[in-house]
């Protein structure tokens, strides 16, 4: 085999740390080494390539001095120069002392261990009491699911109480397959590497890329190479590109890289099939637009990016609708009201007002309800009061009105609309071959059975990424019901790459039992890749001081270094004169992200129904006070009791997004009373 360059993960994050001229610098260096071991098989003098003088815990470890009093930490192993760190001299060197890179001896992935840690986890003390994990598997077992031989034994000590710690150390997919015993499933080891080749192994492209052309390192080198865009974990890789015989639903708390699976699976399936047309697709198009963003970066190729449509599903379906001539002008709620008002008074009806739009709002509309013999026989499941047939033929009467005045006024609503052109697509066929759907988890009935409708079913027909503990634009409707069945299709992400563990568990206790679509409990445990700073929270005395408290926190995060484009503040309602505030007081740009792409030089001021699929080194929840949130105009307008509860758990959503929005640093701040849904234990709150 001719010399191989490998670039690992961990090379790429630690040369992202570096200044702009040092990134330049250490690429530089990286193609001459690329272009000489393609070459000569080795690296030439000018590079100083030699082994570090310390006490290095793998023989195999070498350092390349590329300038700038920067080191570049490389594995070799035979022909193959694996990448590993980059840093300046003392830290890089401190770093490549306690690293040594092997493959498992049962699944032959090549592995990176970090030999520090392992004694840390392992010196852990266990009291009598604690109940030891995973001490009846065998060590063979445990490698075989990816541990490294060094942390067998440390995970034969792990107790409920110190699991955390020693799993988010862990290789992720050994992580993930540690979870899953937790859970009391059987795990099978993966398939051990056929070729012999321990890069080769699914396990190990998590960390590794072999690079074999130097016009791709020239790309990566340059271009925008992120790292979801490279190293996908194996479940993500499989989900991405196996074939499917049905609908497919992959799950997970926030920031397990839900919307990376989608985007690979589009990407596989535009390579794998030429001529099929693929549609990507979410709830809004903010998020429709960022996918877009995203997939032009990882579908560089023009010709493969105009196959797939990216946008979101209303927007689709009235394009669909004018072509077709099905009336497509959205009524506001307040014209909608007035109509539903005047209905009942021209039938003469004397039904209560708010039974006639819980029912609308609740029943006819969400279902298309368009006829007597459809509501007749239609599911009121969950709405509380039942309705008896004399009744329902009551209501009827004054819906039949209020379409009448719908059509001669050529106004419709989404929902509505929706069902038209799901109609329409029953006789005119299916437009796509393949939708992969990112934040499913929002999607009503109405817009379920439109998807199923816009795309023919049969293998990888469609792929739907959500979360049903984000769900913030529509109650929770069954997929099974629209004729999407992902029974024994259905796969969870666990690993979250976005939030440290202290904002993941702290954002968990936002959240109530989550129930999936189809009403059944979902397991919700994750594990995280890092650590950081507890979240704080601050109540303050008046919207002065509140002002006050955000502008210094804002200020600290700053001075530490982090930009305005990675900060962000949301609030329940509109911010309203908050964005000028922070603005005049922090001399720094605002933006609302409500039609503009996100700038990296701006400060976002938001609600946080904007920060929906958008992520922050540092997060502000402002004006959190139990008037704000839940929004009492969210809850005034429920058309019942079950609508009411619907609609609270929303709000808890809401907070539970906008928080897991956050990588490092989380601050709550409001003033007077606490909103009732932060479950604060207070004890940090003066
Ligand atoms: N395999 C990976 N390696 C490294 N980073 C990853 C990987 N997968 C995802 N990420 C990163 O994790 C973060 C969260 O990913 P993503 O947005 O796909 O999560 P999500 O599950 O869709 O989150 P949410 O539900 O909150 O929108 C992003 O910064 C993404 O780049």
Not at 135 to 149: A, F, I, K, Q, R
Request: glycine share 6%; hydrophobic share 35%.
């Amino acid at each position: 085999m001719p010399p191989r360059l490998i670039q690992s993960e961990t090379f790429k994050r630690s040369l992202e740390k570096l200044q702009a001229n040092e990134q330049t610098l250490v690429k530089a260096s990286v193609m001459d080494l690329f272009s000489d071991i393609s070459e000569h098989g080795k690296p030439r003098a000018g590079l100083r390539y030699h082994e570090i003088d310390r006490k290095v815990r793998d023989p195999g470890i070498h350092s390349i001095s590329p300038g700038m009093g920067l080191r570049v930490i490389i594995h070799q192993g035979g022909d193959d120069y694996v990448l590993l760190y980059v840093d300046h001299h003392n830290p890089a060197y401190d770093w490549a002392e306690r690293r040594r890179l092997q493959p498992n001896p049962q699944t032959g992935a090549m592995q990176l261990v970090n030999l520090e840690e392992i004694t840390q986890v392992v010196t852990r003390t266990v009291t009598q009491t604690q109940t030891l994990l995973f001490n009846h598997y065998e060590p063979e077992y445990l490698m075989s699911l990816g541990v490294p031989e060094a942390y067998v034994e440390a995970v034969r000590h792990a107790t409920a109480e110190n699991c955390d710690g020693l799993i988010e150390v862990l290789p992720d997919e050994a992580s993930e397959r540690l979870i899953d015993l937790m859970d009391g499933k059987l795990v099978m080891p993966p398939a051990p590497v056929h070729t012999g080749d321990p890069y080769d192994h699914p396990d190990a492209r998590k960390h590794f890329a072999v690079t074999t052309d130097e016009d791709e390192l020239q790309r990566a080198m340059q271009g925008r190479w992120e790292e979801w865009m490279v190293y996908l974990h194996p479940t993500q890789r499989l989900l991405a590109e196996r074939q499917q015989s049905g609908p497919v639903k992959v799950s997970g708390s926030a920031g397990t890289g839900k919307t990376v699976v989608a985007l690979h699976r589009t990407a596989s399936l535009v390579r794998q099939r030429p001529r099929a047309r693929v549609l990507l697709t979410s709830y809004s198009r903010p998020l429709a637009a960022r996918l877009e963003e995203k997939l032009r970066t990882l579908l560089p190729e023009a010709g493969l990016h105009r196959q797939v449509t990216v946008i979101n599903l209303h927007r689709l379906a009235s394009q669909l609708a004018r072509q077709w001539n099905i009336p497509s002008n959205i009524i506001s709620a307040r014209d909608i009201e007035a109509h539903l008002r005047a209905a009942a008074q021209t039938t003469a009806s004397d039904l209560p007002f708010p039974l006639l739009q819980a029912e609308w709002h609740g029943v006819i509309e969400p279902q298309g309800i368009s006829s007597w013999e459809q509501y007749r026989v239609a599911s009121r499941v969950g709405r509380g009061t039942p309705l008896g047939a004399r009744q329902r033929k009551a209501l009827w009467t004054v819906y039949e009105e209020l379409y009448r005045r719908l059509r001669s006024c050529g106004e419709t609503t989404w929902n509505l609309l929706l069902h038209e052109v799901t109609r329409a697509l029953e006789t005119r066929g299916p437009q796509f071959n393949h939708a992969i759907i990112d934040e499913a988890q929002d999607l009503g009935r109405a817009e379920l059975s439109f998807l199923r409708a816009l795309v023919s079913p049969g293998e990888n027909d469609l792929f739907l990424c959500g979360d049903p503990g984000q769900r913030i634009f529509r109650a929770r409707s069954s997929w099974l019901a629209c004729g999407i069945d992902v029974r024994g299709r259905s796969h969870r992400l666990k690993i979250n790459y976005r939030t440290s563990r202290q904002i993941r568990e702290y954002a968990d206790t936002l959240l109530p039992q989550i129930s999936d679509e189809e009403g059944q409990p979902e397991h919700r445990r994750t594990v995280n890749r890092f650590s950081g700073p507890v979240p704080e929270h601050r109540r303050c005395s008046s919207p002065e001081d509140q002002l006050q408290t955000v502008t210094t926190w804002i200020k600290t995060r700053l001075h530490e270094g982090l930009t305005p484009g990675e900060i962000a503040v949301f609030t329940r309602a509109q911010p309203g004169t908050l964005a000028t505030q922070l603005s005049e007081a922090l001399q720094i740009p605002t933006q609302s992200l409500d039609d503009q792409a996100h700038d990296p030089g701006k400060l976002t001021v938001t609600t946080m129904h904007r920060a929906k699929g958008m992520e922050y080194r540092a997060v502000i929840l402002a004006q959190l006070s139990a008037d704000q949130i839940p929004s009492p105009q969210a809850l005034q307008g429920a058309h019942d009791p079950a609508d009411y509860e619907a609609r609270l758990e929303e709000e808890k959503q809401l907070l539970y997004v906008a928080s897991t929005r956050a990588r490092e640093y989380l601050l709550s701040t409001w003033v007077g009373q606490a909103s009732p849904l932060l479950q604060l234990r207070l004890p940090d709150v003066p």
